[in-house]
């Protein structure tokens, strides 16, 4: 296997951001190059986290782990379809290989997983929007665009933030996790280094503040021309829920992103009914993609527990 630089379209592949996961989780990232043997292509760059025992993990807060095909030059979808197999192929040689610890999603684009179902790996369909940038206001439900022009009128304002604007940041992020049972696990120091290692020109904070100067909602996207943007992290207070300053951040987040250049937002996930229907207000397209996992008890478990989660409504 030749290691190599990936192309850049997803800003979980840059420099800066595989720096970022071994800084903050203690994970070992590498570029990973997969050619058929004494080809050039057809091959597969992806890039690969491992722990301490050498094998592949999703460190959190990664919502995928980049994967880009490269074919040979044909429109012949049946020889597409023959590379990627043997491609594929290679690649699930190395999660055996390495072994996997937990799950791993790949982004949209890898559209089939069947290797990994056919050694063995469990395989899971979730969901998230794509919007498409420059972005339309209009194309929000009347619900988000009322709640966001209530929110303006009342006073809140919003802004791209620096490093003077994180422990509000982190504020949002505690208050939300705490409301929804998780933890974000990041401090001011975090946001700091990963605005150090990936620029302000990637790392974009936003903020809304309050008519007193108060943090009341934040979000952080990563992204920049010629890259998808994703939202990262996102977090309201809870004395602000009702007040429209998430959609009004969201707003203001979409046409910044647009002013970038950007083409294509990945709003990040949509696998929790509450979830799903509010990003759906923003009129982006509902897009599919794979978790593959391996199959042992503690992976059966956790897919029972989120059938119990689902049939009773504990979300």
Known sequence: ????KLIIRNPLSLDGWLEFNAYKWGVKPSRLRVPEEGKELPSAEVVLYTDSRGRIVQPPLNPYLPLVFHPTATVKTSRIYRQWTKISELLVEQFIERGLKGSV???PEVMDVRQWQWNSFLAEVRYTFYIRLPYNLE?????QRSKARKAKKEGFSCEVAGSEAFRGVVECMQDTGNR???????????LRNALTFLGEEVFHVYVCRSPSGEVASARVALGAPGMIAMDWIAGTKREFLKSGVTQLLIAYELDHLSRLRIEVFDFVGANLPTVSLAKAGWGGELVPYYVVRPINLR???ALAARAVQFRWGKR
């Open 139 to 143: 194309l929000a439900d009347l619900s």
């Open 299 to 301: 992976s059966l478990a």
């Open 105 to 107: 999603a790949f982004p």
């Open 1 to 4: 296997m030749q290691k190599t």
């Open 180 to 190: 929804q049972g998780f933890n974000y696990r990041l401090t001011h120091e975090d």
